[in-house]
């Protein structure tokens, strides 16, 4: 089945871009909220953490302990590198899952992931999609949606490759620059990928 990454930076509007998609009916896959889920689901990415950061990274009742943790990583480049080292190949394991339940008429699947690139992920696609709009209007959108500064949504910005970075390890761009048509570029996109169905 032909498989599709895409994402965007903070306030690109990848979420947006993937809701049309669906409405196209096809599948997507969003990562990060699959990576929370599994967080106390996968065994080998609970004993993983267990065992990089201390049993009290889990509650006894086997909940996550958020905070403990965000304290270790936030704090920690190197604790944050391991982390995402756990975590990654989990989501790999649970997108391979997802996959073998979709039935055999889907044309194509997009995994939507906001660290894509940065996790190695977009190399288990076939092509990769970027979305991208200008700084400014990310930064509103962000500020906008989650009540925060825009010192914020700046820090949140460099923790993520820079969009010329993506640019370079994308093979499609969407432009949602508020001036372009969304929904054009998608049907756009829609066509081509249901045309290499099979391959």
């Known amino acids: ?38 967080m106390t689901q996968d065994q080998v990415l609970i004993e993983g953490v267990k065992s990089s950061f201390g049993r009290e990274s889990y509650f006894e009742n086997g909940l996550l302990n958020n905070k403990y943790l965000a304290n270790i990583v936030f704090n920690d480049s190197a604790a944050l590198e391991k982390l995402n080292s756990l975590v990654h190949p989990a989501v790999f394991r649970a997108f391979d899952r997802w996959l073998e339940q979709l039935p055999g008429t889907t044309p194509y699947v ?42 914020a949504v700046r820090s949140r910005m460099n923790k993520q490759f820079t969009d010329e970075q993506k640019i370079a390890m994308a093979d499609r761009i969407i432009y949602n620059d508020e001036q372009r048509s969304l929904i054009e570029q998608v049907l756009e996109l829609h066509q081509l990928f249901s045309a290499r169905k099979g391959q």
């Open 1 to 38: 089945m032909f498989k599709a990454g895409i994402t965007g930076g903070i306030g690109s509007g990848k979420t947006t871009v993937c809701r049309i998609f669906e409405t196209l009916g096809i599948p997507v896959f969003y990562a990060d909220p699959v990576a929370r889920q599994i």
């Open 110 to 151: 997009l995994k939507e992931a906001a660290l894509l690139f940065e996790s190695g992920s977009y190399k288990m696609c076939d092509e990769n999609v970027l979305v991208i709009a200008p700084e400014q209007l990310k930064l509103n959108r962000v500020m906008m949606r989650d009540s925060i500064s825009e010192e």
